[in-house]
């Protein structure tokens, strides 16, 4: 009989301290009990090379009589030689070069059973020490199969095993080294459609127009963990940044707005083994004036400091002089019936950012305020590339309104909750969506009792007191649905709980529905958030784009 005993991440190093721990100066010349350790030089890398690397292995056991090490039939790996111009002992030392704790009675026992007066040293597939390297990527088990004089101890058991017959299998993962080809770069039209594909290369000077979009597309080996873009001035569009080791390819867009040339640089990181390598093209990109309009592109924001910013497609050139008469910042009532307009401070470059226009108002403005802004077109303004910002009526202005509910929560992605009534199941679903591409589905059974989810908000939410807030959430209820119960979005707290109360009988079904209800807090800090569905028949509901923020009111 014998026992087997598989190893992907090991934990040897401890076994070994309690071993060491174990003895001390006046039992050293004691017969230790056969025991099983073998050691990894890449153990705390879970054994992963790239290919060529070399990687080491040494049975440190006591009381071994042989042993056997083999890899399966047809893999590829080359049995390296140790130095042979260095002592026995340094080519121990050499041969786990990662790992610098190895006990004086481990090396020694390491050093009596090589052979001496070998030139070479090659390790055989019977020595104590052997040494690999692997030509090609792929995962592979080493197997060691060691024979005791008795029944052995294995690492930090108390108990020895019941064969002196000890089978360890290592899990090496090997992979090719980083290396980034094939980069090209594609237009991204207007429309959002592609347009004509490049070669990315030094000093090609690709000409892109100012305000206009490039798609970077790459292969990359070595299953890398995080790729990472140096721009040199272009602006990386939030979320288009992908990785996909499985595939071996990548891809980012990047946006270009002034007039010069860029360089771009990829760089790839992998954990296991710890390597990264970056490509960096010169000159690879240079911004000519563009043909296109120079018109508002997405939406107006106010900031946190209640400046309005607005983006257009191009960098502006430094203002000169007052423009605030050709812009109107308009309040409406939230049935768009116009109440006045709101006075103008200062229009000026934005510091950060050249494609944006601040306005700063004379007023304080309020997240609860419906605000649009109007441009005639005839203020002496244009881009770097010389032309001329078109006109616009009525845009409306996305207020400042900081969510409480981190993203994750907010956008229905997060995995992270917890079951705290049975009745029911959840699960985050691409079924329907009213932003993004997933909700949370909650499929609640007919059974009495509720059903309720659990998640913490990441971080303790700190309220004041003297403020009110307002929760909102988008729901969708199933169409299929006879009769739905209740629903309740809200934290722990001392009643009344805040947040949503809703009787989902009231509600429409087969479409979304945002329902909102304004609430002072009871406590000024949370660390919890709860979903709640309630009643006694099936009901299946999505919910998305959960809020929780200040309720502004202007005076």
Known sequence: MKVKHNIIKSLFAIAMMLIVMGCNDDDRNLTLPSHSIVESSHQYAGNAVQVNQEISFADVSHGVVSRTWSLPDGVAATILKLDKDVSNREAIRQALSNRDNLTEEEIENLESQLRIGDETLLPSFDEPILKLSFPEAGIYELTVIQEFEENPF????????????VETVFIITVSDPIRFTNVQGTF??????????????????????????VRYTFDVSGAVDEININADGGII?????????????????????????????????????????????????????????????????EQMDERISIPFNGEFASIAGDVSTNFTVKLFDQANTF?????????TNNADNLTLLDITLSEPIYSTDNIKVSYDGNASLESTDTRTPEAFTDQPVAMYAPNLANNNIADGVTTNWTIVDPNGAYEISTEQAFTGDT????????????????????????????????????????????????????SLGSAPWWGINQNLSNINKGEWVMLERIIPFPKNSYTNFDIRVDGTSDTIIYIDDIYIGEYEVRP
């Open 339 to 347: 109440v006045k307009n709101l006075n103008i401070a200062t229009i």
């Open 237 to 301: 569009v939030p979320g288009s940044l992908v990785n996909n080791p499985e595939l071996g390819n990548g891809m980012v867009d990047i946006k270009y707005n002034g007039l010069s040339n860029y360089d771009l640089t990829l760089t790839a990181y992998k954990i296991e083994p710890d390597s990264d390598r970056s490509i960096t093209f010169t000159n690879a990109i240079t911004v000519v004036p563009s043909s296109a309009p120079f018109i508002l592109t997405g939406a107006i924001i």
């Open 154 to 165: 294995i690492r930090n058991e108390i108990e020895p095993t019941d064969s002196n017959i």
């Open 188 to 213: 991204l039209n207007s429309d959002g459609s592609l347009g004509e594909t490049f070669n990315v290369t030094n000093n090609a000077l690709a000409q892109v127009e100012a305000g206009q979009t």
């Open 439 to 490: 909700s949370i589905k909650i499929t609640k059974n007919g059974e009495s009792g509720n059903f309720r989810i659990r998640t913490p908000f990441g971080a303790t939410v700190s309220i004041d007191l003297n403020k009110q807030y307002v929760t909102r959430a988008r729901v969708y209820i199933d169409p299929t649905v006879a009769t739905p119960g209740g629903l309740k979005i809200h």
